[in-house]
């Protein structure tokens, strides 16, 4: 039916237009565009027209189908690695490394005034030769008088060690002290640090003055004693005789005297406290027996011993065998041995068989720098 009235109005319009035309002029020349949208613009009409007369219908709502695109290369890049380029190490030619401490390590304890030694070994890491005109040079800190350079007395190839010594003097003041010194090339140009580092301590030990504060022996069996006992106590004394007539007729200011126990081989002790031994220091003293009142010689004979305690564990310096004979042993004991040590001394006193008139004296016992 609409067919046919799409028609029926496409001629009718032609017919019209074609009776409004002047018969007058000859027709013009029909522009195809114009004619076709004219057509179309009443095609439109009747179509709309239509639409309005005829229901609508569901249409089903177009599906979007997203547009997937796809790009295949047919060329496949390979990764070539960049070389890696590694720098030639250049070693320097003045350059040293520290080996060891061979003397004086860290936090030595001095005396003041203590002379020492203070070596080092150092490696030449470098790659030029150490000659003789190489020297190792005080650089700041502590000089502890020693010199201002040290040169070296023989040259040290690359990779050799050479050990460095400088006589040094510890500072009359007690506290911590650092010397730093360097390596010093032929041309003055100073490398590679090392340094001393000491601590001084007031020297010392006066065994006489801190008598009472040990801790006084004696046996067998083993029993305390007071300091300051009587002198007629059976179980042995440990007191003070300053001034008092000895076997060679001194009266010395500091007079220890220290009698065993009253039986026979009786002993007698003294442990003091702890005390860290310093460089330089000995024990020093003089060893023999108070005299009778006439001035004469007992029948004294006993053996002096200077112990000493570290951990618990008893250790012995020196003994010394002595009778009454009118005449005092000196005693001098290097304490190198236990340097940096922290001990306790011991002073012991052992009758040689009968204890009687064993009246054992010690003269100003001390632990000092010479």
């Given at each position: 039916m609409s067919k046919i009235l799409t028609s029926s109005w496409i001629v009718l319009l032609l017919t019209l237009v074609a009776c409004n035309l002047p018969a007058t002029n000859p027709p013009p020349t029909a522009d195809p565009g114009m004619i076709f949208t004219a057509a179309a613009q009443t095609?439109?009409?009747?179509?709309?027209?239509?639409?309005?007369l005829t229901p609508p219908t569901d249409t089903p709502a177009p599906t979007n189908t997203p547009l997937a695109e796809t790009l295949t290369s047919s060329f496949t890049p390979s990764s070539t690695p960049t070389p890696t380029i590694t720098p030639t190490a250049t070693v320097p030619c003045d350059r040293a490394k520290f080996i060891a401490d061979v003397t004086v390590p860290d936090d030595t304890?001095?005396?003041?005034?203590?002379?020492?030694?203070?070596?080092?070994?150092i490696q030449n890491t470098g790659s030029c030769a150490w000659t003789t005109a190489y020297a190792l040079a005080f650089d700041r800190g502590d000089s502890m008088n020693g010199p201002a350079t040290q040169p070296l007395t023989s040259e040290v190839a690359p990779g050799q060690t050479v050990d460095i010594s400088v006589n040094l003097k510890a500072p009359a003041t007690p506290g911590d002290y650092v010397g730093y010194w360097k390596m010093r090339n032929a041309a003055g140009v100073l490398f590679a640090q090392v340094w001393v580092k000491i601590r001084v301590k007031a020297s010392g030990l006066n065994l006489h003055e801190k008598a009472p504060s040990a801790t006084w022996e004696s046996g067998p069996p083993t029993v305390a004693l007071a300091f300051g006992g009587p002198e007629d106590s059976m179980i042995g004394f440990a007191r003070y005789q300053d001034g008092k007539l000895l076997e060679d007729g001194s009266t010395p200011s500091k007079v220890l005297e220290t009698h065993p126990k009253w039986i026979d081989d009786g002993w007698i002790r003294g442990i003091y406290p702890d005390y860290t031994v310093q460089s330089g220091e000995h024990f020093l003293a003089k060893v023999g027996f108070m005299a009778k009142s006439d001035g004469s010689c007992g029948v004294g004979d006993v053996v002096f011993f200077l112990n000493y305690r570290e951990g618990g564990i008893p250790n012995t310096l020196g003994s010394w065998s002595k009778a009454c004979n009118g005449t005092l042993k000196t005693i001098d004991v290097d304490l190198s041995s236990l340097v940096g040590h922290t001990v306790q001394f011991v002073l012991v006193v052992s009758a040689n068989g009968s204890s009687g008139q064993d009246w054992a004296v010690w003269v100003d016992p001390r632990i000092v720098v010479p």
């Amino acid at each position: 039916m609409s067919k046919i009235l799409t028609s029926s109005w496409i001629v009718l319009l032609l017919t019209l237009v074609a009776c409004n035309l002047p018969a007058t002029n000859p027709p013009p020349t029909a522009d195809p565009g114009m004619i076709f949208t004219a057509a179309a613009q009443t095609v439109e009409a009747q179509l709309t027209q239509s639409a309005l007369l005829t229901p609508p219908t569901d249409t089903p709502a177009p599906t979007n189908t997203p547009l997937a695109e796809t790009l295949t290369s047919s060329f496949t890049p390979s990764s070539t690695p960049t070389p890696t380029i590694t720098p030639t190490a250049t070693v320097p030619c003045d350059r040293a490394k520290f080996i060891a401490d061979v003397t004086v390590p860290d936090d030595t304890v001095f005396a003041p005034n203590t002379t020492f030694t203070k070596t080092w070994r150092i490696q030449n890491t470098g790659s030029c030769a150490w000659t003789t005109a190489y020297a190792l040079a005080f650089d700041r800190g502590d000089s502890m008088n020693g010199p201002a350079t040290q040169p070296l007395t023989s040259e040290v190839a690359p990779g050799q060690t050479v050990d460095i010594s400088v006589n040094l003097k510890a500072p009359a003041t007690p506290g911590d002290y650092v010397g730093y010194w360097k390596m010093r090339n032929a041309a003055g140009v100073l490398f590679a640090q090392v340094w001393v580092k000491i601590r001084v301590k007031a020297s010392g030990l006066n065994l006489h003055e801190k008598a009472p504060s040990a801790t006084w022996e004696s046996g067998p069996p083993t029993v305390a004693l007071a300091f300051g006992g009587p002198e007629d106590s059976m179980i042995g004394f440990a007191r003070y005789q300053d001034g008092k007539l000895l076997e060679d007729g001194s009266t010395p200011s500091k007079v220890l005297e220290t009698h065993p126990k009253w039986i026979d081989d009786g002993w007698i002790r003294g442990i003091y406290p702890d005390y860290t031994v310093q460089s330089g220091e000995h024990f020093l003293a003089k060893v023999g027996f108070m005299a009778k009142s006439d001035g004469s010689c007992g029948v004294g004979d006993v053996v002096f011993f200077l112990n000493y305690r570290e951990g618990g564990i008893p250790n012995t310096l020196g003994s010394w065998s002595k009778a009454c004979n009118g005449t005092l042993k000196t005693i001098d004991v290097d304490l190198s041995s236990l340097v940096g040590h922290t001990v306790q001394f011991v002073l012991v006193v052992s009758a040689n068989g009968s204890s009687g008139q064993d009246w054992a004296v010690w003269v100003d016992p001390r632990i000092v720098v010479p």
